[in-house]
């Protein structure tokens, strides 16, 4: 290959190809952090909450090995705000509920640099931390604007054995498929397809639950 008057972009392609073969070994040897964690919809909002984040967030690179986004979160009670980028990968040896995630934080200028990729929107939403058992926290995701209806918890856990053996308190409704419903493939949703995913009967819960959390911010 010929690296010679090679370009921005150019070099851009040949350094994730690079990352996605890195990332690839070093998930074979199981020597990056992994993300175990599962996803669920709700039929309503408990009282107790830890925090309120907003977050917005961008896609910017995705492809079969790893995908990349860039977020800014403001905590909704200090008002203090973080910028972190990260990516995400799956391998063909993944164990169940399990995903690698690198991240670190940036700089405000890093994050508003750079735009989503093609046919990618930038997200927009709130998310609630509550406690659950076992020490357990559940991050419920109320989406805005293109998403807007959409709402998902997800708890996060130590391994994936105590993934496999959690129940679900009575205010969650049911599993969702993980891939599906990631952040990553909403972004390319149309708004039809969104409410599809979401079905007529969860998007009225939705929007009770919606008209409940709005009253809790004002």
Not at 42 to 67: A, F, G, M, W
Not at 116 to 133: D, M, V
Not at 166 to 190: A, I, L, Q
């Amino acid at each position: 290959m010929n690296l010679n008057g090679m370009n921005k972009s150019g070099w851009k392609i040949i350094t994730v190809l690079v990352l996605n073969k890195y990332i690839e070994y070093e998930m074979e040897k199981k020597m990056l952090p992994t993300e175990i964690e599962r996803k669920y919809t709700i039929n309503h909002l408990p009282k107790e909450v830890d925090n309120i984040l907003k977050i917005t967030q961008k896609h910017i690179y995705r492809d079969p090995v790893c995908s990349i986004r860039v977020r800014k979160s403001e905590d909704f009670y200090t008002n203090e705000v973080k910028y972190t980028h990260t990516i995400k990968a799956k391998g063909k040896k993944t164990e169940i509920f399990s995903i690698t995630e690198l991240e670190k934080e940036i700089t405000e200028e890093q994050y508003e640099e750079v735009k989503p990729f093609k046919g990618s929107t930038t997200i927009e939403k709130y998310r609630i931390i509550i406690p659950l058992e076992d020490g357990l926290k559940a991050e419920v995701d109320i989406f805005e604007k293109k998403l807007k209806g959409l709402i998902i918890a997800e708890v996060e856990f130590e391994s994936v054995e105590q993934a496999k053996n959690f129940k679900m308190p009575s205010w969650f409704e049911k599993e969702v498929p993980h891939n599906e419903f990631s952040n990553r493939k909403m972004s390319t949703k149309t708004r039809k397809e969104i409410l599809e995913m979401i079905g007529k009967k969860q998007l009225t819960i939705n929007e009770n639950i919606l008209k409940d959390f709005q009253k809790r911010i004002k």
